[in-house]
């Protein structure tokens, strides 16, 4: 871990990876759709809008994942002091956001014709929410702070703190009585799922995977390029 | 130590603080944090006339009357049941057997009048052929399987 | 076909799930393209006006530059924290 503490080696990673992520990115997508749209079942009770599950699951779970990761390089920056796992954590708010508003607009869209309303304040979709305030929280104070230091700083904070926030939501369907039903795929009696739904609910989480890798890859690129560019006309300011 | 050993301390200790406080908090809010009551939860608190809340279980198989717009039903955790009256649009999934969430007031007659009614489902996913064969083996498949109403054991069909 | 469009009745709702994740993660990716290539083009114009006047070797050093910075010592991983 200590080797990509320079920013340049992980630059030269991160290009390596870079087209392999892409292209899984497409490939999975593609596949994913495929089986979500085309070739899967509809449900015995919800019918069509099972679909809407293969969207809506793979974001919820990429929201609590890049949150975490978040959370770890965090610890990562406020320990070691490693200047890339502030840009990691810089790099993967925004993807983090993106996952967990449409986490939220779909299970919208999902619980209109399901449960008869839009929203409901229970535990799970309240802990969803301040999830996602979380993420532009931290967005927010990345970018608060002349000094990038102390951005990172302030920034680490926040997602050390806001983590515990990740179980909460997980077991939220568990420790109180929600609208929400239960855990499908992670639970203790395994899947709830017939296989032939996994299959492009797998493909779908795959998918936001490999993107999630490729995007925070790209914007590292950028932040890193940024932090030069600040550099040299710091440098050349001051002569 | 060394500075980052002291961070590293720093860090753990906080986070374990932050979890604790976390459990604390959550616990003392427990009774807050209800999203609704069920039928036995109802008997056991008194809740009064005018207190809006939510009512949760499952529509009680053979308790469905529609009279025009108006639908009367019964909600159960089989354990105990209780009436309501609602008058507006049912979601889809509405139907004997299923989860419920209604929110509304209890009457002094003991009927809940809901001004909302949502359906609950479970976590169970599977085709229509799936569903049908499970149906074939066994009529009461779908009360026996998972939890649709929070440390309730569905009722045996059995009988 | 048209069963598929019709989604069984809940088109109204299944196509705009898909829409919206459509939509913002292609967004996300579109502005991450332009943050990056923005700040490259940056990069290259600062450093071709600098040209390739030999500077003390820091560990953050722009790998385009021909400069021999593969030889210089990895610097530790505090003082690599200021990327000059």
């Known amino acids: ?81 490693h200047p890339v796992s502030d840009l990691f954590a810089k790099a993967a708010s925004p993807v983090g956001a993106a996952f967990t508003f449409i986490a939220l607009a779909t299970g919208a869209f999902w619980g209109k014709p399901m449960w008869g309303t839009w929203w409901v304040w229970d535990a799970r979709l309240t802990s969803m929410l301040i999830l996602f305030f979380l993420y532009l929280g931290h967005m927010a104070l990345m970018n608060a702070f002349d000094d990038p230091q102390r951005g990172f700083r302030a920034a680490a904070v926040l997602a050390l703190v806001g983590v515990v926030n990740v179980p909460i939501i997980k077991f939220s369907v568990d420790w ?59 440098s050349q300011v001051h002569g | 130590m060394t500075r980052k050993k002291r961070r590293l301390y720093f860090v753990g200790a906080g986070m374990l603080a932050l979890f604790a406080g976390a459990a604390l908090v959550l616990t003392a809010f427990q009774d807050n944090l209800v999203f609704f009551y069920s039928p036995s939860d109802l ?15 499952m529509v009680e198989e053979g308790t469905v009357e529609k009279q025009g717009d108006t639908v009367r039903f019964k909600v159960t955790d089989y354990a105990a049941s209780t009436p309501v009256t609602f008058t507006g649009i049912l979601p889809d999934l509405f139907r004997e057997g299923q989860g419920v969430v209604a929110e509304g007031k209890i009457g002094s ?51 | 076909m048209q ?50 006047r030999p500077r003390r070797d820091r560990a953050g050093d722009a790998p385009a530059a021909a400069a021999p910075h593969e030889t210089a010592p990895a610097e530790p991983a505090d003082a690599a924290g200021e990327m000059r």
């Open chain 1, 1 to 81: 871990m200590h080797r990509f503490a320079n920013p340049n080696r992980f630059l030269k990673l991160a290009n390596a990876i870079l087209p392999w992520a892409a292209g899984a990115t497409v490939i999975l997508l593609l596949a994913g759709l495929y089986f979500s749209l085309v070739a899967s079942p509809e449900d015995y009770q919800q019918g069509a809008t099972v679909r809407i599950m293969y969207v809506h699951v793979p974001a919820a779970w990429m929201a609590l994942f890049v949150y975490t990761a978040m959370a770890v390089a965090s610890a990562v920056a406020l320990i070691w002091k």
């Open chain 1, 176 to 234: 109180w009585n929600t609208l929400h039903q239960p855990a499908s795929v992670v639970r203790m009696d395994g899947p709830a799922i017939d296989p032939a739904m996994m299959t492009p609910l797998l493909l779908m989480a795959f998918a936001f995977k490999a993107y999630f890798v490729t995007v925070v890859l790209l914007r590292m690129r950028g932040e890193i390029a940024e932090a030069k560019v600040r550099a040299i006309s710091m």
């Open chain 2, 43 to 57: 008997q056991a608190k008194q809740v009064s006339a005018d207190q809006r809340f939510r009512l949760g279980g």
């Open chain 2, 109 to 159: 007659d003991g009927v809940f009048v809901a001004s909302e009614v949502l359906a609950k489902h479970d976590e169970n996913y599977m085709p229509p052929e799936v569903a049908d064969a499970l149906a074939r083996q066994d009529p009461a498949w779908k009360e026996k399987l998972g939890r649709s109403v929070e440390g309730v054991e569905p009722a045996k069909a059995t009988n």
């Open chain 3, 3 to 52: 069963d598929f469009f019709d989604m069984g009745g809940y088109a109204g709702f299944v196509w705009p799930s898909y829409g919206i994740a459509a939509v913002v993660l292609a967004l996300l990716f579109v502005f991450t393209w332009r943050l990056l290539k923005t700040s490259e083009r940056r990069l290259a114009q600062l450093q071709a006006a600098r040209g390739r």
